[in-house]
């Protein structure tokens, strides 16, 4: 369907759906390069960032820095890749956007280097005319160490035990309602 919004309209959203994508390729660039001073402006004051499995969680730009710091101190090199990006903007709130970011990191944990694929569910909101995470929520299908990768894989989701100590139970694929009517509880089936 064509977008009969005036041009001006159309215009702005374009602009802002550019800011958002480069908000989401600065928030790797700046972990990747454990940038300290970056890190703030990423976020709004009252900023929520969690995972979906409860490793993290805080509230407030001064908590999140302080969880990302503290992640850096165990986190050797890594190197965040985004994919594909779904920004979905509040039709009653111009400053305020919904986001999916498919995603993949490579890291070192503790000295072991680590993968994971990351689905992103963002906030985004529009302050002081830049826009900036409003809450980011992680979520796994893995994250595991490299040499367990295909164990990982092919784990099914809800064991709630990991292929590895450092590795974390998936969370995403068998829990998807579309998923389950369509394959039931793979992987028993197949």
Known sequence: MYDT???????????????????????????DNRDVTALPELFTADVVVESSGGGMHAIGRDAVVQLFLARFRVLGPSNHVTHDRIVTFDAAEPDHARGLVLSHAEMQVSGQPMVAAIRYVDTYRRDHRRWQFAGRRLHFMYYSPIAAYPAA??????????????????????????????????????
């Open 5 to 31: 919004s005036p041009l001006e309209a159309r215009v702005r959203r374009l602009e802002d759906r550019i800011a958002i994508d480069a908000l989401i390729a600065l928030y790797g660039l700046v972990m």
């Open 153 to 190: 894989f092919a784990a099914p989701v809800g064991t709630g035990k990991p292929v590895e100590a450092a590795a974390i139970a998936r969370d995403w694929s068998e829990q998807l309602e579309m998923w389950r009517g369509e394959y039931g509880d793979w992987p028993a089936q197949h």
